[in-house]
C-alpha cells in the first residue's frame, strides 16, 4: 500500500502532527484515552503493576483446543489472574480481560469458528471462564484468520466465519451483562489484536467485524521481523524514504484499517516495549535497511536490557531516521542492527494518536519495562 501521507520529516512534533492527513469520521463526546497493558504469565509481580496508569489489562494467553474449548489454566495462570483482579483496589476503573490465542495458540480458532454450533459452544465456555475468574471481558489474538501463522489451521471461509465468530461472542457476552444487571458504562468488553500489515485486512471482513468489538488493537510492531533476511524498523511510525516502500509502517496500517470501514475511534495503536537485532549485517548506511549474511542470528531484546547493555553502549550508536520517526543502533565491529522504541519515539506516537482521535495505545508487554519503567510514563503524560 503506497502511503498518502506526507513528509514526516520536521523537528517539530507540532508540524509533524499537521502534516498527516487522516480522514476524519464522526466522533462521539471525547472520551479517556486507553492504555492497554499486555501481561503475560511470568516475569513480574503484582506490586510492580501500576494499576493507576492502565486503563486496561490484557492476561496473555488462554489457548483453544481441538475440542472447540479454552484449554484449562495452568495454577500459576490462576493465581495472576486472582493478583490482576484485586489491583482493581488501586484503580476502580481498571479492566482485566483475558486474552485468547497469541503466536503459537491460534491452532484451532478456524475449528471453533467453522460453524454455528461450534461458535455458540465456544462463546458459553469463554463466558463461563470470564465468570469464573471475574474478568471485564474477551480479548481475542487469532493470528490468522484464512493465513498461516504458527502452525494454526486455516481456510478461506475464516474471512467470513471470523466475523460470525465475533458476533457469537458479542451476543453471548451481552446476554450475559443482562443477566448480571451490568451496567451500560461497565459493559463486557469485546476486543481484537489485528495485524499491522495489509495481509490481515484482505483476509478479513474488518468493516462488519469491528460492529462486534469495542477496540480494534493494531499490532504496529513486528512489521520488521525474525524472519527477514534484511533489516529495518519494526515498528515505524510513517514510511522511511529507504527501504522497502511496500510494508505497512504505522500510520498506513491504521489508514488501511479505516478504509476497510473500522471507526477511527476505536482503533488502538500497538507499540512495543522491546527491539529487535540482526547480527552480521552489511557495514553500509548503519546498518538500516542491510542484508543479513547467513550466518546472522536474530535477536529479541527487552527495552530493560537495551538501556542495560546496548543504547549507545558497548560499541552501539543511537541514530533516528525522522521520516519514521524511530531509533535504531549500530554496532560497526560486531555488525550488528537493532530496531527499537524509546521515549522520543513513543512520544511522537502518542502525539499523534492524540492529533487524528484514535482511542489510545496498547503495549506488548508489561514486563520488558519492569526495571526502567519509562516507556510507560510516556504514554500515560502523553494522553492524560
Given at each position: 500500500m503506497k502511503n498518502p501521507f506526507v513528509s514526516l520529516g520536521f523537528v517539530c512534533i507540532s508540524l509533524l502532527m499537521s502534516s498527516l492527513r487522516m480522514p476524519c469520521l464522526a466522533q462521539s463526546a471525547p472520551r479517556k484515552s486507553v492504555i492497554i497493558g499486555y501481561v503475560s504469565g511470568g516475569g513480574w509481580t503484582k506490586e510492580q503493576i501500576e494499576a493507576q496508569k492502565l486503563t486496561h489489562i490484557n492476561y496473555a494467553f488462554a489457548v483453544p483446543t481441538a475440542s472447540g474449548l479454552l484449554a484449562p489454566i495452568s495454577a500459576n495462570d490462576s493465581a495472576n489472574l486472582a493478583k490482576l483482579t484485586a489491583l482493581r483496589q488501586v484503580n476502580k476503573d481498571l479492566n482485566i480481560l483475558i486474552s485468547i490465542g497469541g503466536w503459537g495458540g491460534c491452532k484451532y480458532f478456524s475449528d471453533v469458528a467453522l460453524t454455528d454450533a461450534s461458535r455458540q459452544r465456544f462463546a458459553d465456555n469463554a463466558v463461563a471462564f470470564l465468570k469464573k475468574y471475574q474478568l471485564d471481558g474477551l480479548d481475542i489474538d487469532w493470528e490468522y484468520p484464512a493465513q498461516i501463522g504458527a502452525g494454526n489451521l486455516f481456510r478461506p471461509e475464516d474471512k467470513q466465519t471470523f466475523t460470525l465468530f465475533l458476533k457469537a461472542l458479542r451476543d453471548r457476552l451481552d446476554q450475559q451483562g443482562k443477566q448480571d444487571n451490568r451496567p451500560a458504562a461497565r459493559h463486557y468488553l469485546l476486543t481484537a489484536a489485528t495485524g499491522g500489515d495489509t495481509a490481515f485486512v484482505s483476509h478479513t471482513e474488518l468493516g462488519k467485524a469491528q460492529r462486534y468489538l469495542d477496540y480494534v488493537n493494531i499490532m504496529t510492531y513486528d512489521l520488521y521481523h525474525g524472519n527477514d533476511r534484511v533489516t529495518g524498523h519494526h515498528s515505524p511510525l510513517g514510511q522511511s524514504k529507504k527501504g522497502n516502500q511496500s510494508r505497512n509502517s504505522s500510520i498506513s496500517a491504521v489508514e488501511g484499517h479505516v478504509q476497510?470501514?473500522?471507526?477511527?475511534?476505536?482503533?488502538?495503536?500497538?507499540?512495543?516495549?522491546?527491539?529487535?537485532?540482526?547480527?552480521?549485517?552489511?557495514?553500509?548506511?548503519?546498518?538500516?535497511?542491510?542484508?543479513?549474511?547467513?550466518?546472522?542470528?536474530?535477536?529479541?531484546?527487552?527495552?530493560?536490557?537495551?538501556?542495560?547493555?546496548?543504547?549507545?553502549?558497548?560499541?552501539?550508536?543511537?541514530?533516528?531516521?525522522?521520516?519514521?520517526?524511530?531509533?535504531?543502533?549500530?554496532?560497526?565491529?560486531?555488525?550488528?542492527?537493532?530496531?527499537?522504541?524509546?521515549?522520543?519515539?513513543?512520544?511522537?506516537?502518542?502525539?499523534?494518536?492524540?492529533?487524528?482521535?484514535?482511542?489510545?495505545?496498547?503495549?506488548?508487554?508489561?514486563?520488558?519495562?519492569?526495571?526502567?519503567?519509562?516507556?510507560?510514563?510516556?504514554?500515560?503524560?502523553?494522553?492524560?
Amino acid at each position: 500500500m503506497k502511503n498518502p501521507f506526507v513528509s514526516l520529516g520536521f523537528v517539530c512534533i507540532s508540524l509533524l502532527m499537521s502534516s498527516l492527513r487522516m480522514p476524519c469520521l464522526a466522533q462521539s463526546a471525547p472520551r479517556k484515552s486507553v492504555i492497554i497493558g499486555y501481561v503475560s504469565g511470568g516475569g513480574w509481580t503484582k506490586e510492580q503493576i501500576e494499576a493507576q496508569k492502565l486503563t486496561h489489562i490484557n492476561y496473555a494467553f488462554a489457548v483453544p483446543t481441538a475440542s472447540g474449548l479454552l484449554a484449562p489454566i495452568s495454577a500459576n495462570d490462576s493465581a495472576n489472574l486472582a493478583k490482576l483482579t484485586a489491583l482493581r483496589q488501586v484503580n476502580k476503573d481498571l479492566n482485566i480481560l483475558i486474552s485468547i490465542g497469541g503466536w503459537g495458540g491460534c491452532k484451532y480458532f478456524s475449528d471453533v469458528a467453522l460453524t454455528d454450533a461450534s461458535r455458540q459452544r465456544f462463546a458459553d465456555n469463554a463466558v463461563a471462564f470470564l465468570k469464573k475468574y471475574q474478568l471485564d471481558g474477551l480479548d481475542i489474538d487469532w493470528e490468522y484468520p484464512a493465513q498461516i501463522g504458527a502452525g494454526n489451521l486455516f481456510r478461506p471461509e475464516d474471512k467470513q466465519t471470523f466475523t460470525l465468530f465475533l458476533k457469537a461472542l458479542r451476543d453471548r457476552l451481552d446476554q450475559q451483562g443482562k443477566q448480571d444487571n451490568r451496567p451500560a458504562a461497565r459493559h463486557y468488553l469485546l476486543t481484537a489484536a489485528t495485524g499491522g500489515d495489509t495481509a490481515f485486512v484482505s483476509h478479513t471482513e474488518l468493516g462488519k467485524a469491528q460492529r462486534y468489538l469495542d477496540y480494534v488493537n493494531i499490532m504496529t510492531y513486528d512489521l520488521y521481523h525474525g524472519n527477514d533476511r534484511v533489516t529495518g524498523h519494526h515498528s515505524p511510525l510513517g514510511q522511511s524514504k529507504k527501504g522497502n516502500q511496500s510494508r505497512n509502517s504505522s500510520i498506513s496500517a491504521v489508514e488501511g484499517h479505516v478504509q476497510a470501514g473500522v471507526p477511527i475511534g476505536k482503533i488502538v495503536l500497538g507499540l512495543p516495549f522491546y527491539g529487535r537485532g540482526w547480527t552480521n549485517v552489511t557495514d553500509k548506511d548503519n546498518g538500516l535497511y542491510q542484508p543479513q549474511a547467513a550466518t546472522g542470528k536474530h535477536l529479541f531484546i527487552s527495552h530493560d536490557e537495551l538501556v542495560d547493555k546496548y543504547i549507545n553502549k558497548n560499541g552501539f550508536t543511537r541514530y533516528w531516521d525522522t521520516d519514521a520517526q524511530s531509533p535504531y543502533l549500530w554496532n560497526p565491529t560486531s555488525r550488528m542492527f537493532i530496531s527499537y522504541a524509546d521515549p522520543e519515539s513513543l512520544a511522537a506516537r502518542v502525539a499523534w494518536v492524540k492529533a487524528k482521535g484514535l482511542a489510545g495505545v496498547m503495549f506488548w508487554e508489561y514486563k520488558y519495562d519492569l526495571r526502567q519503567k519509562k516507556l510507560l510514563d510516556v504514554l500515560v503524560q502523553g494522553l492524560r
